[in-house]
């Protein structure tokens, strides 16, 4: 708020305000350009001109020297007086020619008063300060007229002192108002701590959302690249077998019709030679000399050597002719076939909208494993934890996830050792927590992919199939088709390689597993 004595250095000794467009006389006084000229002008019949301040003398008018400097202040000074008064909209009643902002209130003198006029103030007790305030008949009682000094606690309302010893608040439990207005504050102030608190962790689940949303943008983009890359992928997969397949149509079409070509070629000499010989034998039988026609060879003679000497190849019969037309289909069928890889392995669930947010369940971790803050990765410890044995914690080295799957189509990744034993899969909740038979493929309530020796295979309700190829890469894809009834296994490879599909019934949620003898085992690793 500005000060009452900043004010007072800056008012103008002529027309006592703010100064205006101020100029500064040789002795160093500063007044108002308009308020110094009207001087001036009125000791101009004398021939001497004098300060209005300090009377020093001047043979001549005086020259005005504008104060820039002065000038900046006094502007500064009205900018922010009038954003004061913005701001509380009270001015002090006694400031009648320029209007001060107020500092404080007098409840008993009904009026606000500004830095000046505060220090001369009555100090006397019943004049009673406060915040500036518009509303001062409001601080006083509607019945008796007097200042609220009391609070009744029993009717929770400010009353005065008539009101407290004959009024209708007589005999009623009351406060002085500081001491009820302390105790409201400490109330408010432990309203205000709880909704800082509440603001927080509105804060913090709101930057949380955020930071999901962005992951949920980046996610939704990687997928979409990802597709977009599938596609582009799978269309340059099939013009490539299309080329391959037209251009081998094309290349048998040719073979065909060149062999065919030039046997047509053959044929049609042949056919020119048999009718040579078909008019010979026509002009024989229409002679009449018999001399002529007996002269003649023998009929036979006139047949090709080949068909009446008979050919060791052929028996004395006219080689078989193959027709042609025909294509070979084995390139266009392992085309087909090609295609049919491709679209089973999308219909699949491979290419689902994304992977299934697994978080691992500590209340089921046995004992020698160490669940990783996020929840996400477990490692084979030597070290025993200290976590209550429990009906739901597996004695081996286990953990289900917290959440289970009792419809849709889901998958989730894991990256796994390819050195160390592990084991990963689903299981029903109601799996035996105790024993060997707790172990996920070793009863008919799990099913899973398992390392062991240097081997792979899957293992449902102890019954084992050893995989044909060992695993290469070190992430694994698990992928679940609930209502079809289908549990498949991938390597994350490229391609990506299918491993193995469980067939069987869901009777119950599916809930992920991690088996880990050795290293760890990281669930969707980043």
Request: proline share 3%; with cysteine.
């Amino acid at each position: 708020m500005a000060s009452a004595e900043l004010r007072d250095e800056l008012l103008c000794s002529i027309c006592l305000s703010v100064f205006k467009d101020p100029v500064m006389l040789r002795c160093g006084h500063n007044f108002c350009r308009v308020c110094i000229d009207q001087a001036l002008d009125t000791q101009d019949g004398s021939g001497v001109y004098s300060c209005p301040e300090c009377r020093e003398e001047f043979q001549e008018r005086p020259a005005l020297m504008r104060n820039l400097y002065l000038h900046n202040v006094a502007e500064r000074f009205l900018v922010t007086q009038k954003e004061e008064e913005e701001i509380t909209g009270i001015c002090c009643t006694y400031c009648v020619d320029s209007p001060v902002p107020a500092v404080r209130s007098c409840l008993h003198c009904e009026a606000s008063l500004c830095d000046k006029h505060l220090r001369v103030h009555s100090k006397s007790p019943e004049h009673v300060l406060s915040d500036p305030s518009t509303s001062l008949e409001k601080r006083k009682c509607s019945v008796h007229k007097e200042l609220l000094k009391y609070y009744c606690t029993q009717d929770a309302v400010s009353i005065c002192v008539s009101c407290s010893l004959a009024g209708e608040h007589r005999g009623h439990r009351v406060e002085m108002l500081d001491e009820a207005f302390e105790k409201k504050k400490k109330k408010l102030m432990i309203v205000l701590q709880k909704l800082t608190t509440k603001k927080k962790e509105t804060e913090d689940r709101v930057q949380s959302l955020e930071e999901r949303k962005k992951k949920a943008q980046d996610k939704a983009s990687g997928e979409a690249e990802r597709v977009t890359a599938l596609c582009t992928d799978i269309r340059r997969r099939v013009d490539d077998l299309e080329k391959k397949v037209l251009s081998e149509i094309s290349r048998q079409e040719k073979e065909e019709s060149r062999s065919l070509s030039a046997l047509i070629h053959q044929l049609e000499i042949k056919k020119d030679e048999l009718s040579r010989k078909m008019r010979h034998i026509e002009e024989l039988c229409n002679m009449t000399d018999p001399l002529t026609v007996l002269q003649e060879p023998d009929t036979g003679d006139l047949c090709d050597p080949e068909e009446e000497g008979g050919d060791e190849d052929t028996g004395g019969h006219d080689k078989p002719l193959h027709d042609g037309g025909d294509l070979d289909v084995a390139v266009i069928s392992h085309t087909l076939h090609t295609l049919c890889e491709v679209i089973t392995g999308i219909r699949r669930g491979i290419y689902v909208e994304g992977p299934a947010d697994i978080l691992l369940d500590v209340n089921t971790a046995g004992n020698n494993l160490l669940i990783s803050d996020d929840l996400k990765t477990a490692t084979r410890t030597q070290e025993k934890q200290k976590r209550p044995e429990t009906a739901e914690r597996f004695q081996s080295s286990q953990v289900m996830s917290r959440r289970g799957f009792t419809s849709g189509r889901h998958y989730w990744d894991v990256e796994i050792s390819r050195s160390g034993g592990w084991r990963v899969g689903m299981c029903y909740p109601s799996i035996d927590r105790r024993g060997d038979q707790s172990l996920i493929g070793e009863n008919n309530k799990s099913w899973s992919l398992r390392r062991y020796d240097n081997q792979y295979s899957v293992r449902h309700d102890r019954k084992e199939i050893q995989l044909p190829d060992k695993i290469s890469s070190d992430r694994v894809r698990i992928c679940l088709d609930y209502g079809v009834g289908q549990l498949s296994f991938y390597e994350l490879c490229d391609p990506i390689r299918h491993l193995h599909t469980f067939t069987a019934a869901f009777s119950e949620p599916l809930h992920a597993v991690l088996c880990v003898f050795t290293d760890a085992v990281y669930v969707n690793p980043g």
